[in-house]
């Protein structure tokens, strides 16, 4: 079971918006930066948001994240086809011997 | 171009052993901690094990604490992870992923599966 925890799937139309939830705790979100992947299966998971709410260079501004307290959020305005993914929110814990903590995923379906 | 490129994964009987190396290319190797994440099939990404850049600090996911062991090659640009006394709850793909700061992941490797089955 993930220490952080993201709804299982959401959904919506294209050019809609979309918003993913990330919970955790003091020792994880609530005191370490928190940031986002996009996977599609067979490849190479990808950052999109780093130190809660940067974007790396080339990720589209269409992408945005935010944090409050324990809790983080993952925004996509504009929804494409080729956003159709599983989307991952992960941050260091603080607990002793815990070390990363990924959330436990979310699909983005594009209906 | 930064890039990671895993190996060393396959077919491996219960208790069995395998080492699982990461090259890397285009960056300053020496200069970063890395980490090795899997993924079991259907499953989400789950986190191992962390080495930092000089390899004086090493972290390990209690899943993983006593099996397997992470090391670095900085002359050769490479990243390890010898894993032992395999089970099935192991298989997945192993993905390499270089930690760019406080917390962040990237880039990461393409993986490499690892199955274990008798």
């Known amino acids: 079971q993930s220490v952080l925890t993201q709804p299982p799937s959401v959904s919506a139309a294209p050019r809609q918006k979309v918003t993913i939830s990330c919970s955790g705790s003091s020792s994880n979100i609530g005191n370490n930066y928190v940031s986002w992947y996009q996977h599609l299966p067979g490849t190479a998971p990808k950052l999109l948001i780093y130190e809660n709410n940067k974007r790396p260079s080339g990720i589209p501004d269409r992408f945005s994240g935010s944090k409050s307290g324990t809790s983080a959020t993952l925004g996509i305005t504009g929804l494409q086809t080729g956003d159709e993914a599983d989307y991952y929110c992960g941050a260091w814990d603080s607990s002793r011997g815990a070390g990363y903590v990924f959330g436990s995923g979310t699909t983005v379906t594009v209906l | 171009e930064v890039q990671l490129v895993e190996s060393g994964g396959g077919l491996v009987q219960p208790g069995g052993s395998l080492r699982l190396s990461c090259t890397a290319s285009g960056f300053t190797f020496s200069s970063y901690s890395m980490n090795w994440v899997r993924q079991a099939p259907g499953k989400g990404l789950e986190w191992i094990s962390y080495?930092?850049?000089?390899?004086?600090?090493?972290f390990y996911a209690d899943s993983v604490k006593g099996r397997f062991t992470i090391s670095r090659d900085n002359a050769r640009n490479s990243l390890y992870l010898q894993t032992n006394i395999l089970t099935d709850k192991d298989t997945g793909v192993y993905y390499c992923?270089?930690?760019?700061?406080?917390?962040?992941?990237?880039?990461w490797g393409q993986g490499t599966l690892v199955t274990v089955s008798s």
């Open positions: 992923a270089r930690e760019g700061g406080d917390g962040w992941f990237d880039p």
């Open positions: 080495i930092s850049s000089g390899g004086g600090n090493i």
